[in-house]
């Protein structure tokens, strides 16, 4: 994780990329997952630049995992998220913790994305939620990038649409994938 280290200040100050419009939208697929307490675990989320409106729009309780301290620094310590230093490998909460997880632009990042999915399916309650907002990787623009990633010594396993729903299938987690924009497209599926 090392280009996060010396990336997060660039991040602290340019990750709310969100517009009202797609708040809404990953709101509208979370919903159906949120129960009475509307717990959200937001892997691989940085600064919490997301959790903060996640939190505001769904008023939900937004925990942000992230391997990276100098990323979880951004988050104000005296709100309503809550930042945890861990890998989606390994994640440092109990069985059934969160209603929801959701994962953007950071699923290629994971070194095991089988070993994530598993520990996505235990803190997960049955019929929760999995949402993962990702990059397909096809066309040019993302082949570079990919190749950019590797570069940095990033893992860049990128998933195909069609591969991510069959992925997370074949680990208990049922859904479909739809493209969102530009590069860019959306896993939504249900804890078995």
């Given at each position: 994780?090392?280009?996060?280290?010396?990336?997060?200040?660039?991040?602290?100050?340019?990750?709310?990329?969100?517009?009202?419009?797609?708040?809404?939208?990953?709101?509208?697929?979370?919903?159906?997952?949120?129960?009475?307490?509307?717990?959200?675990?937001?892997?691989?989320?940085?600064?919490?630049?997301?959790?903060?409106?996640?939190?505001?729009?769904?008023?939900?309780?937004?925990?942000?995992?992230?391997?990276?301290?100098?990323?979880?620094?951004?988050?104000?310590?005296?709100?309503?998220?809550?930042?945890?230093?861990?890998t989606a490998e390994a994640i440092p909460f109990p069985d059934?913790?969160?209603?929801?997880?959701?994962?953007?632009?950071?699923?290629?990042?994971?070194?095991?994305?089988?070993?994530?999915?598993?520990?996505?399916?235990?803190?997960?309650?049955?019929?929760?939620?999995?949402?993962?907002?990702?990059l397909d990787p096809t066309g040019l623009v993302m082949r570079?990038?990919?190749?950019?990633?590797?570069?940095?010594?990033?893992?860049?396993?990128?998933?195909?649409?069609?591969?991510?729903?069959?992925?997370?299938?074949?680990?208990?987690?049922?859904?479909?994938?739809?493209?969102?924009r530009g590069v860019s497209y959306r896993f939504v599926g249900?804890?078995?």
């Open positions: 994780m090392g280009f996060f280290n010396w990336a997060a200040p660039a991040f602290g100050h340019f990750a709310d990329r969100w517009s009202p419009e797609s708040i809404e939208e990953i709101v509208g697929w979370l919903a159906p997952y949120l129960g009475e307490q509307k717990r959200i675990l937001d892997v691989g989320g940085g600064t919490g630049a997301l959790a903060r409106r996640l939190s505001q729009s769904a008023d939900a309780q937004v925990t942000v995992l992230d391997p990276t301290p100098e990323m979880l620094r951004y988050i104000p310590t005296d709100g309503p998220i809550k930042g945890v230093v861990g059934d913790s969160f209603d929801a997880v959701i994962v953007t632009d950071a699923f290629h990042h994971f070194r095991d994305q089988p070993g994530a999915v598993r520990e996505f399916r235990r803190v997960v309650r049955k019929g929760g939620g999995v949402l993962v907002v990702e570079s990038i990919a190749l950019g990633e590797k570069l940095l010594g990033e893992p860049g396993a990128f998933f195909t649409p069609d591969a991510m729903c069959e992925f997370m299938k074949t680990h208990g987690i049922a859904g479909n994938c739809a493209a969102i249900t804890v078995r």
